[in-house]
């Protein structure tokens, strides 16, 4: 457990101290505007690039592998829509907002890092698959939802060409492609470039965890909403245990990337939660409260189960 522990507590130890600065250092909140700009446009797509790109060409076209942890994080999408709709009395909206709450892990700011820590460079490329795939998806559902609730009138076409320009402009997806190209051709940046792409992506994970830590606490928890009760067992607990099943009914997949996503799966909710219900004016203030108290409560589900892979007690595959 002591591995663990020295593993888990530098992670969100990172984030507690991103809260801590940004509760007692006074600075502008739009001074995190740059900060996040380095992390989403050079940091982490240095990152996936760097990793992505010396990976065996094979090991990025697992449709199986994609398909089924996209689906079950869909199915706990779902599930959490439909009880904010039905039992909630929530509009469609809210109850996409809620949805999403339940299902989008911090899979950006959180997963690389604490993936790679735990399983090593061999988990880069399911975290850059699940990321990739799981985003096109979020960007996809997010604008088709909200126009299905009327939220904002506009033309199928403009939704349409909207969301593949969101798609494929997007710096995570464009560097993880442009790794994958790279892996394809084996091509290699000369020595001084890759030199700037290794300093970025050693940059990536502290940075990220360290603005999410800031990114909490300039929102702070004001009330605690009824829809916490079961969107906090469905994302902490549900999702990663549905992952596993469906991934171990699938088929026969490789240890770490089994653990990878179960892990990608256990994550808190993303604080782009909170940016799409901001878009929207929809849920913000409880999405706000969601991504923190999902957060807090991650310490010791992430921990409990990483304790879990790493002693055996779970193993990697359920029906090897």
């Known amino acids: 457990m002591a591995d663990i522990a020295g593993l888990v507590l530098p ?17 502008p909140g739009e001074a995190m ?7 989403v446009y050079l940091a982490l797509p240095a990152l996936f690039f760097k990793l992505v790109s010396r990976t065996p060409v094979e090991e990025l076209t697992r449709a199986d ?17 439909v009880i904010g709709l039905f039992l909630r009395r929530s509009t469609i909206a809210e109850a996409t907002i809620q949805g999403f709450a339940g299902a989008y892990g911090n899979i950006g700011y959180m997963g690389p890092g604490l993936a790679l820590l735990a399983f090593g460079e061999a988990a880069a490329v399911p975290v850059a698959l699940i990321f990739c795939f799981e985003n ?27 969301i593949a320009r969101r798609i494929a402009l997007h710096p995570f997806i464009l560097s993880t492609f442009a790794g994958v190209a790279a892996a394809f051709l084996a091509l290699e940046p000369p020595a001084p470039l890759q030199r ?3 300093y970025l992506a050693q940059a990536a994970a502290p940075c990220a965890l360290f603005a999410m830590g800031v990114t909490l606490a300039l929102r702070p928890l004001k009330r605690i909403p ?72 991650s310490v010791a589900t992430v921990t409990g189960l990483l304790y879990l892979m790493r002693s055996g007690a779970l193993p990697a595959d359920l029906f090897p």
């Not at 507690?16 to 007692?24: D, E, Q, V, W």
């Open 65 to 81: 592998f994609i398909l089924t942890s996209v689906g079950t994080t869909y199915v706990v999408f779902a599930l959490i829509f």
């Open 33 to 39: 505007g740059w900060l996040n700009t380095f992390i």
């Open 196 to 198: 700037l792409i290794d």
């Open 136 to 162: 096109a998806a979020h960007f996809t559902v997010a604008p088709a939802m909200m126009a299905l609730a009327g939220g904002r009138k506009q033309k199928p076409l403009f939704l349409v060409l909207g």
């Open 226 to 297: 009824v829809e916490i009760g079961y969107i906090v067992p469905a994302k902490l607990v549900l999702h990663p245990v549905l992952r596993y099943l469906a991934l171990s009914s699938v088929g026969a997949y490789d240890p770490v990337w089994m653990q990878t996503a179960v892990l990608l799966g256990a994550l808190p909710t993303a604080t782009n939660v909170f940016v799409i219900g901001h878009q929207y004016g929809i849920w913000q203030e409880r999405a706000s409260a969601t991504i923190l108290i999902t957060t807090l409560f």
């Open 11 to 27: 992670f969100f130890g990172l984030i507690f101290l991103g809260y801590l600065t940004a509760r007692f250092v006074e600075h």
